[in-house]
């Protein structure tokens, strides 16, 4: 049974470009989550989602970035018109139904460096 | 949540047990106790988690008190590769299953 997948794991764009993150939860698992950890500092929430239903995105920033969970495929973290300040490392993780006791299974992340 | 309390680093000879504490005075009846921890440029990963009891896997143990306001990550025999960020955290069961993360303890295991 494979881990979260991410992909890629390192992405390098220039100011002005787009940058598409994906994640593939583990499988059976229904809910992903997105955090970004910036260089030195710690891990920040940025949204959680169910398929199709953005249920958590108080930590996205309000411009630029977006995240979705289709039916089919994995979950994408798409950030528009990257700055040098989006250069992170970002982690998805994922876990099943919601049942009680919460246990988040993270991918190795994917690193951005925008230039 | 409850807000978690750890000291920002630790160091631990290679071979001994390494005891990581977290104070979480503010916990509330139906809030568990989780433990990650980050090697350097990985993804977290989880180690433990418990409610009220204490708590043993393969990787470390887990002690609550009794009156669940404070907690013990123990690392029974620690490594080189045990060096890492540990993070505390108090999570209850309702309102969705994000996790917050705070600065964490770092854990230098040395020689």
């Known amino acids: 049974n494979a881990g979260v997948m991410q992909n890629p794991r390192h992405l390098v764009r220039r100011r002005g470009q787009e940058a598409r993150l994906r994640c593939s939860p583990m499988k059976g698992h229904s809910h992903v989550y997105w955090y970004r950890q910036l260089p030195e500092e710690g891990l920040k929430f940025m949204v959680y989602?169910?398929?199709?239903?953005?249920?958590?995105e108080s930590g996205m920033p309000k411009e630029r970035f977006s995240a979705e969970f289709p039916k089919e495929g994995p979950s994408i973290l798409r950030i528009q018109q990257v700055v040098r300040g989006d250069s992170a490392a970002y982690f998805c993780?994922?876990?099943?139904?919601?049942?009680?006791?919460?246990?988040?299974?993270f991918g190795a992340g994917s690193r951005l460096t925008v230039l | 949540d409850a807000k978690t309390t750890q000291p920002t680093s630790m160091d631990c000879a290679e071979g001994r047990a390494a005891n990581l504490p977290c104070n979480h005075s503010?916990?509330?009846?139906?809030?568990?106790v989780y433990w990650y921890r980050q090697i350097h440029s990985q993804g977290p990963q989880y180690i433990i988690h418990g409610l009220k009891n204490n708590e043993t896997n393969e990787m470390a143990s887990l002690i609550i008190t009794e009156d669940r306001k404070s907690s013990t990550l123990i690392l029974p025999h620690a490594t080189l590769r045990d060096t890492a960020v540990y993070y505390c955290?108090?999570?209850?069961?309702?309102?969705?299953?994000?996790?917050?993360f705070g600065t964490g303890t770092q854990l230098k295991v040395e020689l």
């Open positions: 503010t916990i509330s009846g139906n809030e568990y």
């Open positions: 989602l169910q398929k199709e239903n953005i249920i958590d």
């Open positions: 955290i108090v999570r209850g069961t309702g309102g969705g299953n994000k996790l917050t």
């Open positions: 993780a994922s876990s099943p139904e919601f049942s009680g006791a919460n246990v988040l299974t």
